[in-house]
């Protein structure tokens, strides 16, 4: 059978528990280990790619209990679910468990066989949650909106555009050098590079009809509907302004101590062509971005 590999944290202050648990899963699975409360938290905030938790309750210092907690105060990880495998075996410290919000409770001595195929139940749900967040038009890392609700949008809004509404633009923005990053700081930070990228783009002074994605990998998307050249271009050169300065260091850069990013953008407002042909044609000025030297703007009008 084939299986699909996710990260699971598992939380033990006891080694031989680590152990166990370990060699049972990473077979399957990519397993990130962590020796106390305070240290899980740690590893899921840097990590946002953790897909489920094993978590002892009993240990010294921070408590499975108040770890799961924290967890569920945080919009990034209140959904990543938590299993919790404990030596408190009665009906009450179950219920405490489960009332807390952890997906399921497991208890010592565990039998392997058991704990391998719920995992696996809970795995499904996960990927069950990724697949509707994909359906409902969300990029999961990102938050931000999807490839495929740019295209439902930008269909809607160049079917609705015609003679006066005047001509209509798109963006494509593409992280510079980032497998480079990856390969320098670990696909955990890249992965909070995206993240902070993201948030650069939505965060901008768009108007409500201006529209971002994530149209895949390290490559984002935006349509300003109504727009001219020159003002999306303007646009344009402020989100390449706002990535710059986040300052984050990018030391495997050819074109800048931090990272930055390069734009290819067009203008069309002939709406007898398909709408992907703005794409296309702002993907061609992208990759003349790349070619020119990065960290640069070009536009076709
Ligand atoms: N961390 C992380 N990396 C990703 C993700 N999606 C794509 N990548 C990485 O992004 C990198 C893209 O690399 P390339 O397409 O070679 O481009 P580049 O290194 O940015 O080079 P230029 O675009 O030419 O400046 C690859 O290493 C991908 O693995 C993601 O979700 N998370």
Known sequence: MMVERHRILVVDDERINRKLLSELLEEHHDVVIAKSGEQALERVQADSAVDLILLDVVMPGMSGHDVLRRLKASDATKDVPVIFITSLNSVDDEEIGLDLGAADYITKPFHPGIVRLRVENHLRFVRQRKILETLAGRDCLTEIDNRRRFEEVLEREWRRAGRGSGPMSVAIIDVDYFKQYNDHYGHARGDQALKAVAKAL?????????????????????????????????????????????????????VAPHLTVSIGGATSDD???????????????????????????????
Do not use: C
């Open 271 to 301: 709406y007898q062509s398909p709408g992907h042909a703005l794409i296309e044609a702002a993907d061609t000025m992208l990759y003349r971005a790349k070619a020119e030297g990065r960290n640069r703007v070009l536009w076709r009008d």
């Open 202 to 254: 939505s965060g901008g002074p768009n108007r409500a009809s201006d529209f971002v994605a994530r149209y895949g990998g390290e490559e984002f998307v935006m349509l300003f509907p109504g727009t001219p050249a020159d003002g999306a271009r303007e646009l344009a050169e402020s989100v390449r302004h706002a990535v710059a300065s986040l300052a984050i260091p990018h030391a495997h850069s050819a």
